[in-house]
């Protein structure tokens, strides 16, 4: 199971820590990606970023590139996802998941967690 926390209005410009609890899930098993849906998008989600046991992080989405960090923190079963510089078309709900074939193949996630909405907005 994954709890998304930590989203919000911010400027643009702004930054915002994402965060997403987990629990029984382990890396050794399943990767654990952060995804983003956009407004007015329904079903599909954007793949962000990846961690799995063999590698990590990998950042898929081009435009968060390097205003992007994404962590993971087995002590407090918590990843994190920093955004810095944000601007309005990172705006969207962002999701953590389990990946069930690493992060490989962004296609096979799920066990989303609620999504956390990110506003980015003057």
């Known amino acids: 199971q994954f709890v998304e926390s930590g989203g919000g209005l911010v400027q643009p410009g702004g930054s915002l820590r994402l965060s997403c609890e987990f629990s029984?899930?382990?890396?050794?098993?399943?990767?654990l990606g952060w995804f983003r849906r956009a407004p007015g998008e329904d079903h599909d989600r954007d793949a962000i970023?990846?961690?799995?046991?063999?590698?990590?992080?990998?950042y898929w989405m081009d435009s968060m590139k390097g205003r992007i960090t994404m962590s993971i923190d087995n002590g407090k079963s918590t990843a994190y996802l920093q955004m810095n510089n944000l601007r309005s078309e990172d705006a969207g709900v962002y999701y953590c998941?389990?990946?069930?074939?690493?992060?490989?193949?962004?296609?096979?996630?799920?066990?989303w967690g609620q999504g956390t909405r990110v506003t980015v907005s003057s």
């Open positions: 029984d899930f382990s890396l050794d098993d399943y990767a």
């Open positions: 970023s990846c961690v799995d046991s063999f590698q990590g992080p990998i």
């Open positions: 998941g389990a990946g069930f074939r690493g992060c490989g193949d962004r296609r096979y996630f799920g066990s």
